[in-house]
């Protein structure tokens, strides 16, 4: 704002410095709001919903002759949430969003950890696993683009460790992280399991020992190294059709080195 | 366990290796588990309950002869919650551990953002506002004392640059970290609101024009070092004759500086 | 491997599981090692070098035929690091990798604190501050790029809240993440000063009286949006013509709110 | 201060408010800088001088009537470190820090990643391992106690996973970290040996085939639950009669489930 604008007000009223106009000549592409924690509810493939909490991030582009965008709208929105969110409820939220800013394209980002019931397997008995998943929307009205993303904790047991030693191998837990961008929403769940299926065996929460037992002789008679890993998850990824674009990383914190083994594949087929 | 152990057991029967004598004369304070989300409720002093994600760590003390602790029967107690939790509640989860692990003492924490709506000073406008609470409950099934933590971020205004400036101040946020044991259950929502009244001002989610200007003048009108912010809280609770122990922390992310300013008091009182 | 291969080995010879031929027929795009933390030396432009701690990942492509790459080659080069690094040793050490690895391609990338002495804007009193530096150089032998990222924080000085109150303005430190690609290496130590003068003030470890009156005041005369810092430091790497791509992301840690106001401009001139 | 003492004032000079009497009546138990990142360099038992980067922390008690203190004077001696810190330095640094603060007591810690040179155990091939190490000295001038703090990290595997199943059996990188307070100082790198050999194996940034069967079956070989893993590192502790107060506590970040199990032993023998 300049001086001028300020004494044409009326007495009580206040300046909209943001909405005033700008001289650079320069369009930011996206401004917005993070690290806003927030209550949440997510709505599984079974119509269930899940309380959380979320981590929000909100932007939206501003056009070159804009000053600012309104920062307490974000707020206002991610505080309305009543609907419990699943993919499609998120598009409404960006495209409700993208209006109210008055942008042309924006971009919502949600984390929070999801919470799954496991049946061990042997025993049977019943635990939770949790996931840190994140949802990306992300374009104008028209066309907005939606990526999920979840991290799905495995172990890995090494195969050259197996194959060299005369007993035992090492192994350790494994963070494989995939994003999808699906041309239909995909169920969170059944893609969880899938990644989960690639592990050298996956993980629960609560063992007996029988399943004690079960784990570790699964994960011996599976042995993969990082990059077993990340193919093997690519390789199921590339069968489903539905998916348009994945990125798949593993991150296997190595019981033996103080440091990662780390693999990625990405792919737009 | 040693080979001979193993030679008694009937088929298919599996070793309770954790329950075999141990001969090192070695007592464990603390022996469990740490760093499991799962999911929980909070119940607030008026009777409402939020849903919440928790960070929970379990543990019990383990006699020199006893070789190790049964660490499933702690995620079997997390994964069994289903009633919401409160500091009465808690302790009668901590009875329940102590007895089902069988341990002569034993030691809860959990962590979860706690979200309270608040109105805008001015504009009365409501958001929500996030505060990091961390509950601990440590002791025997007879004797066992609960602390209850809050960190209350607000903002810290420094009354040396307010003076020494001709116009101005250096601000920023500032991180105040209550723990307090009491003679019974405060109200958490009533701890906040007395730390929150120490800051130069307090903060909200969501604020108008109007509440800006509020929020601005406020903090200037009431300048605190992290000294006066650190003193000004423990005075207010050498006020409460319920709290039998606490500690106050302040942290000031320094404007001016990539550092911070932090001060602690501590009270048995 | 098979158990066939390994009755082929002479007795003492161990197996490459690593080096075997494999079937899934799927490229890796990166494979290698992360979270590795290494000491390391900086070179700055006036030709000394600076200690500090580096956080390493190192990755290349592996073909479809290829079972695994060879984690320990890259461990040997990073302890192996005897010269202190700069861009231009950077790029040579990528070559090295690549080879070694015999790799297509391949991807460093090193994170650490650059300590600068700054003198107090008025006293002249001198005192370090800390930044955080990330270098990256990806590519082939023939075809490399390096991208050089600094996190300079700055105090920022909101001009609504000076606007619209009769005294004070909410300021905090703020992050500016600048990420560049250069036709030729630039200055660091330029470049956190050119980024620093965008601020509505800079940072300094020590500062007497004096300087803090004028860090005040200077904020105050100075008062930018998270929209403006952007823009400002975008408009002065646009006058850069040695700059091939930036992007530039502020983060502002609101002194009013728990959360941030962030904003980011990206540029492929 | 107030407005009286400025009136006080010479032209131009500016008033100390941080040096005014305070009416509150409550002392501050510690009061200084945190967050304070700085390179240094730390002197190991065999002369030699090791850069790395610290985080400082250093506070000071104040009494009841004094209004603040003078945080300059922490980040200009931790400007001026020009030797090389050990322990015994650390403790003429708190001196200098009490007096030049004008306290009663005070407290300095700076953690920093320390790196030994380690061969591995088959090959004799070396490579670099770290270590996050904690230095804090805490007291009056005459009376101030210094403690150490290591973190270790090594391979943990389960004694209950390896009797119950037919092969294999599950392990995992585990974090010991013990702190000491000892009559005279002790070598670090000795108290880093005699942690690592508790450990079902030790870790190293760099193992050849020949190395990694020799890891495998040595774990395999030594299996260690957490509870054995802290007794085993106490026993060790409790052999040191310099030794006078220890905590130990170590975290196995579980192979087969998504959260640690956790064991703490302290003595004050």
Same mark, same amino acid.
């Given at each position: 704002m300049n001086i001028h604008d300020s004494q044409l007000l009326m007495p009580g009223q206040m300046i909209d410095v943001q909405g005033s106009a700008d001289l650079r000549q320069i369009a930011i592409e996206r401004v917005g709001v993070k690290g806003v924690r927030a209550p949440m509810r997510w709505r599984l493939g079974d119509g269930t919903e899940q309380p959380s909490v979320g981590l929000f991030a909100m932007d939206v582009a501003l056009p070159a $002759? =804009? &000053?600012?965008?309104?920062?307490s709208r974000f707020m206002a929105l991610i505080g309305e949430q009543a609907a419990a969110l699943d993919m499609s409820q998120l598009i409404a939220l960006h495209r409700e969003m993208v209006t109210l800013l008055d942008a042309r394209r924006g971009r919502i980002e949600i984390a929070f950890p999801l919470f799954l019931r496991k049946a061990a397997p042997v025993s049977g008995i019943e635990s939770l696993m949790d996931y840190q998943v994140t949802v990306v929307v992300d374009g104008t009205i028209d066309h907005a683009v939606a990526d999920l993303t979840v991290l799905v904790p495995v172990t890995s047991l090494c195969p050259c460790s197996k194959t060299i030693s005369d007993y035992g191998a090492h192994n350790q837990r494994s963070h494989v992280t995939v994003t999808v961008r699906s041309s239909e929403p995909l169920s969170l769940e059944a893609l969880i399991a899938t990644i989960e299926a690639q592990g050298s065996c996956e993980l629960w929460g609560l063992l007996k020992r029988v399943d004690e037992k079960y784990v570790t002789e699964r994960a011996y008679d599976n042995p993969k190294f990082v990059e077993d890993l990340v193919r093997d998850v690519a390789a199921r990824l590339n069968e $489903? &059709? =539905?998916?348009q674009r994945y990125v798949v990383e593993v991150e296997n914190f190595e019981s033996i080195h103080n440091h990662s083994a780390w693999a990625r594949i990405e792919s737009d087929a």
């Amino acid at each position: 704002m300049n001086i001028h604008d300020s004494q044409l007000l009326m007495p009580g009223q206040m300046i909209d410095v943001q909405g005033s106009a700008d001289l650079r000549q320069i369009a930011i592409e996206r401004v917005g709001v993070k690290g806003v924690r927030a209550p949440m509810r997510w709505r599984l493939g079974d119509g269930t919903e899940q309380p959380s909490v979320g981590l929000f991030a909100m932007d939206v582009a501003l056009p070159a $002759d =804009r &000053k600012g965008t309104h920062m307490s709208r974000f707020m206002a929105l991610i505080g309305e949430q009543a609907a419990a969110l699943d993919m499609s409820q998120l598009i409404a939220l960006h495209r409700e969003m993208v209006t109210l800013l008055d942008a042309r394209r924006g971009r919502i980002e949600i984390a929070f950890p999801l919470f799954l019931r496991k049946a061990a397997p042997v025993s049977g008995i019943e635990s939770l696993m949790d996931y840190q998943v994140t949802v990306v929307v992300d374009g104008t009205i028209d066309h907005a683009v939606a990526d999920l993303t979840v991290l799905v904790p495995v172990t890995s047991l090494c195969p050259c460790s197996k194959t060299i030693s005369d007993y035992g191998a090492h192994n350790q837990r494994s963070h494989v992280t995939v994003t999808v961008r699906s041309s239909e929403p995909l169920s969170l769940e059944a893609l969880i399991a899938t990644i989960e299926a690639q592990g050298s065996c996956e993980l629960w929460g609560l063992l007996k020992r029988v399943d004690e037992k079960y784990v570790t002789e699964r994960a011996y008679d599976n042995p993969k190294f990082v990059e077993d890993l990340v193919r093997d998850v690519a390789a199921r990824l590339n069968e $489903d &059709k =539905r998916i348009q674009r994945y990125v798949v990383e593993v991150e296997n914190f190595e019981s033996i080195h103080n440091h990662s083994a780390w693999a990625r594949i990405e792919s737009d087929a």
